[in-house]
């Protein structure tokens, strides 16, 4: 990879910062625009993100944190952890943008807004100037997003510095929501869920969960990140699943804000929508630049620090926004991993070290990988893999000796299904095919959530 930006890409990069700040400079003239200036830092974080990837490259490599990559003829050492760089770049980002969300409540409450010599009454000097106006519970959960953001990247950084085994680190982000969860208890509290009407003469219009509903979010926090954990293995799918997810999350909010039918005033979830694309917009900005990188045939690796970091974002705007019910509507294709793969995560079946498809030297093609059966399976598990392997659509492909043994049998990630069903492809392929389900099963829980919400429930609190 060349470490230094072309002529071209540097007076790009160049025009859109200047542009982008421009755009910041200019809010202070108006009420802060904050989407704009969210758009903005977009950009900005783009530049910035493209850029660094190159210049730190070198750097990266001589640290140490490099990898080859195994699905290519020619297995080249080329710059890993790269998510790093993404995260840091997200992270200043959101912590500059903090007075944008704020700018008008600033200068409408306290002295900032050149005030600060006007003669006040003394009611208003009682309350503080009027400080009690001030949405310090907003403030407070941008804040703990940060903390809980903060915390899973410098834990991403340690497993890709020392390589934390699976079984280790799997509930490391439930340590990292733990500001986030608290900040939900203190300001908004609510633990109720609302009964599908079906279900209403057994159990009521709404049933308190109580401290489960804390567990419920803790499970979010530790199943986002390690989700996109686990489908990886092929050139820019970590990245490219972050950022279909990211798109979709941004549609729901936008349909959430502007779409509601019969709802011509100000949305009663307005301030938590906006919460949601202020946090997702910087977060596709760097994504982007990483994922110019990280795409067929791969310049740089993104490590486990992306995959947490990315999968966290998704966390704290499902959870603070209020709608994590539909975050899991577009999380399908991982769910569906997580539960294809649990075999082999609970040590069920032999579990390697990596499950990433086969590289084939002579045809350059990627097929299913296989794990190794040091000890034949027991008489009901073997049973159960054959009756798999046998479906019309076979669900895995297992290898007998002459005694009708299984010696081998594929690895279980939807990667490896993909190519049991459809045959061997070359990698980008894979990568747009497994996509291509990604955006598919997205749009559909958006249908799902937008659209027959009522079929099931009395009312849409979007």
Not at 39 to 44: H, K, L, N, R, W
Request: hydrophobic share 50%; net charge neutral; proline share 6%.
């Amino acid at each position: 990879m060349t470490t230094s930006l072309s002529r071209t890409e540097a007076s790009s990069l160049s025009v859109l910062s200047v542009a982008c700040f421009g755009i910041v400079a200019n809010s202070f003239h108006g009420d802060g625009e904050p989407l704009v200036v969210s758009f903005a830092f977009s950009g900005i974080a783009f530049a910035f993100t493209y850029s660094l990837i190159r210049w730190l490259g070198n750097a990266f490599m001589k640290a140490g944190l490099r990898g080859r990559d195994m699905l290519k003829l020619k297995k080249v050492e080329i710059p890993e952890t790269m998510g790093a760089v993404c995260a840091v770049v997200y992270l200043l980002a959101i912590i500059v943008f903090i007075p944008f969300p704020f700018y008008k409540d600033i200068v409408a409450a306290t002295s900032g807004g050149g005030n600060r010599d006007v003669m006040m009454e003394n009611q208003e000097l009682d309350t503080g100037r009027i400080l009690h106006l001030f949405p310090h519970s907003k403030l407070a959960s941008y804040l703990s997003a940060i903390l809980s953001l903060q915390s899973i990247v410098l834990l991403g950084i340690g497993d890709d510095l020392f390589d934390i085994r699976w079984r280790h680190k799997f509930f490391i982000p439930a340590f990292a929501s733990i500001p986030m969860l608290v900040v939900y208890f203190v300001d908004f509290g609510v633990t109720t869920v609302v009964v599908p009407m079906h279900l209403e003469g057994y159990l009521g219009n709404i049933v308190d969960l109580g401290w489960l509903y804390y567990a419920y979010m803790a499970a979010i926090a530790i199943f986002c990140p390690n989700s996109i954990n686990i489908l990886a293995g092929v050139n820019g799918i970590e990245v490219s699943q972050s950022l279909v997810i990211s798109f979709l999350l941004i549609t729901n909010n936008v349909l959430s804000l502007y779409l509601a039918p019969g709802s011509p005033d100000a949305h009663p979830a307005t301030d938590s929508h906006l919460f949601s694309i202020y946090l997702l917009l910087p977060f596709v900005g760097v994504s982007i630049a990483l994922w110019w990188h990280n795409w067929y045939p791969a310049k740089v690796f993104v490590g486990d620090t992306y995959c947490y970091f990315a999968g966290m974002v998704f966390a704290v705007v499902g959870i603070l926004g209020h709608f994590s019910k539909t975050l899991l509507l577009l999380f399908i294709p991982q769910i569906i991993n997580f539960v294809y793969s649990a075999p082999q995560l609970f040590r069920l079946i032999p579990c390697p070290r990596h499950r990433l498809p086969r590289f084939n030297a002579r045809s350059g093609l990627l097929e299913p990988s296989v794990t190794k059966w040091q000890h034949p399976p027991s008489a009901p598990l073997a049973w159960t893999l054959e009756l798999l392997a046998n479906l019309p659509l076979p669900l895995i492909k297992i290898e007998t000796n002459a005694k009708g043994k299984i010696v081998e049998s594929t690895n279980l990630t939807i990667l490896n299904l993909w190519l049991v069903w459809f045959g061997p492809m070359r990698e980008d392929r894979l990568a747009i095919a497994v996509l291509a389900v990604q955006i598919l099963s997205g749009f559909l829980g958006l249908f799902v959530r937008h659209e027959l919400a009522l079929w099931v429930f009395r009312q849409d609190n979007r």
